[in-house]
C-alpha cells in the first residue's frame, strides 16, 4: 500500500482555471484529496481543484466564511459552526469519504511495542513520564500532539484521553508530517498521526481498549473495526454550491474515486 510520508499544509493547485473547487481544512485528509484531485483532472482537464491544509477546524471556519468550497475535517461538525452556516440559509452537507485508523507512533528504536488506552491517557495528560512506567527502559517520554485547530487532536482527546486535558508541557506541531518528522528523531518520542502518514521512520505500536487485545493499526484491522481508534474522515459542503461539487464529490464516492483512498492508506467505504 503506498504511505504519503509528509505533506505541508500548504496549497497545491491542481489546476489554475477560474472556476476551480477549493478544498480547505484537515491535514489528515490533505494526503487523500491531493490524490483525488490529481486523478479527478485527468478525467475532467477543463476542471481545476485547489487543496489547502490548515486544520478542520480552519477549514470549516473557511466554509462558514465562504471562502472555500469543501471543507475537509477529520472530525465531525460542531453544534455551533452548523447553527452558523444554518443561520446564513447555507445549510450544511455532511460526506463520509474514508475511514483512518488513528495510528499512535513511537520511534522505531523504542522496544515498546504495545500500550493500553488507559496508559496512553496517561502518558498524554502527564501522569506517565518516564517509557519504564510502562514496560519500557529508563528514558522520559516526549509528547507530540496536533495543535488545538486539528480535528486529530479533537478526536483523539475525546477517543483516547476521555475528554481529558492534555498536558500543559505538550509539543504541539501545525501539521502531521511536523511529527513524523520529530518522532522519527526523538528516541523517546510518541505521537498520533492519521494512518496514511505512518512509514519506515516511525513505529506504530498496537493498542487495547480492553486490556487483553492488543491490535494494530491495518488496512484489515480497520475494516473489521477490531482496531479500536478509527474515526471517519469528512467533506462538508453548503447546499448552495452542491452543484459545483457535486461530479468532483460523486468521483471521490465512486469504485475508482475509492481506489485512491485504499491507495493513499486509508480505508474505503465501499
Not at 482555471?17 to 483532472?41: F, H, R
Not at 469543501?70 to 452558523?84: G, H, L, N, Q
Not at 520511534?107 to 496508559?119: A, D, G, H, I, M
Not at 495543535?147 to 484521553?161: D, H, I, N, Q, R
Amino acid at each position: 500500500m503506498k504511505k504519503i510520508v509528509m505533506l505541508l499544509a500548504a496549497a497545491v493547485m491542481v489546476s489554475g482555471t477560474v472556476s476551480a473547487q477549493k478544498l480547505k481544512g484537515s491535514d489528515s485528509v490533505l494526503p487523500l484529496a491531493q490524490k483525488e484531485a490529481e486523478n479527478y483532472l485527468k478525467k475532467n482537464p477543463s476542471s481545476g481543484v485547489t487543496v489547502t491544509g490548515g486544520g478542520s477546524g480552519v477549514g470549516i471556519a473557511a466554509l462558514i466564511d465562504n471562502t472555500t468550497d469543501i471543507a475537509m475535517a477529520s472530525r465531525k461538525i460542531k453544534i455551533d459552526e452548523r447553527m452558523k452556516l444554518q443561520n446564513a440559509k447555507r445549510p450544511v452537507v455532511e460526506k463520509i469519504i474514508a475511514w483512518d485508523a488513528l495510528a499512535v507512533v513511537v520511534n522505531p528504536k523504542n522496544p515498546v511495542s504495545q500500550l493500553t488506552r488507559e496508559q496512553l491517557e496517561g502518558i498524554f495528560t502527564g501522569k506517565i513520564t518516564n517509557w519504564n512506567q510502562v514496560g519500557g527502559p529508563n528514558m522520559k517520554i516526549v509528547v507530540y500532539s496536533r495543535e488545538t485547530s486539528s480535528g486529530t487532536y479533537e478526536f483523539f482527546k475525546e477517543s483516547v484521553l476521555k475528554n481529558k486535558n492534555y498536558m500543559a508541557s505538550v509539543l504541539s506541531m501545525p501539521a502531521t508530517g511536523a511529527i513524523i518528522q520529530s518522532v522519527s528523531q526523538t528516541p523517546g518520542a510518541i505521537g498520533y498521526v492519521g494512518h496514511a502518514y505512518v512509514n519506515d521512520e516511525v513505529k506504530a505500536i498496537r493498542v487495547s481498549y480492553d486490556g487483553k487485545n492488543f491490535v494494530e493499526p491495518t488496512y484489515a484491522n480497520a475494516k473489521n473495526k477490531s482496531y479500536p481508534v478509527v474515526r471517519p474522515l469528512y467533506f462538508y459542503y453548503t447546499k448552495d454550491h452542491e452543484a459545483k461539487v457535486k461530479a468532483f464529490i460523486d468521483y471521490v464516492m465512486s469504485a475508482e474515486g475509492q481506489k485512491w483512498v485504499k491507495e493513499v492508506g486509508y480505508i474505503d467505504v465501499l
